[in-house]
């Protein structure tokens, strides 16, 4: 008596798949689980210095280009500014249009890395990676009604982090486990 092995083999793949697909589900938070994050038992960085060098990498509405230069905190103003690297006004958002702020780092393979690379042998250049960290801002702009992200680079994790958290007190930002939020006005 032959026994087909279909129908088994057809049930442990499914079987298989449905495992499958529920590992792959989201994890689901509730906001209590992200606001139950004790910022107090967090070392909190160092204050940022009021101007900090910057490279802004895009976003802003009319600003295509990347560009060189210095990131100023302008109290008075109430307001961010990216001044270019012969110290003129180029972009600012102001502190009360921010409407999240978090740190962002990436993993790039530096230029000459890459250029090695491709040289015949040119061995363990290819596993060549430096870290660039980021500084993004959302933000709303209430006289074009234009949203938007963006995005500067600064030079190490300890100023980046100083930065964001300055901004995020600055703004009233509300943390929410890694990253800064404007919470909506309670109606």
Do not use: C, W
């Amino acid at each position: 008596m032959l026994v087909s092995l279909r129908p088994l083999a057809a049930v442990l793949l499914f079987a298989i798949i449905a495992g499958v697909a529920a590992a792959q589900r989201p994890r689901t938070t509730t906001t209590s689980d992200a606001d139950s994050i004790d910022s107090s038992t967090l070392p909190a960085p160092s204050p940022a210095p009021t101007s900090v060098k910057a490279k802004y990498e895009g976003g802003v509405f009319g600003y295509p280009k990347k560009l060189e230069g210095t990131l100023k905190f302008d109290d008075a103003s109430e307001r961010l500014v990216f001044y270019n690297d012969k110290e003129k006004e180029i972009l600012f958002v102001p502190y009360k249009d921010i409407t999240g702020a978090y740190a962002d780092t990436h993993k790039v393979q530096p230029a000459a890395a890459t250029v090695a690379s491709h040289i015949p042998y040119g061995g363990p250049a290819g596993l060549i990676k430096t870290k660039v960290r980021y500084l993004t801002l959302q933000y709303n702009d209430p006289d074009s009604k234009v949203s938007g992200a963006a995005s500067f680079r600064l030079e190490n994790q300890q100023i980046l982090d100083s930065v964001l958290v300055t901004l995020a007190n600055k703004s009233g930002l509300s943390r929410r486990g890694e990253i800064y939020v404007r919470k909506a006005p309670s109606q």
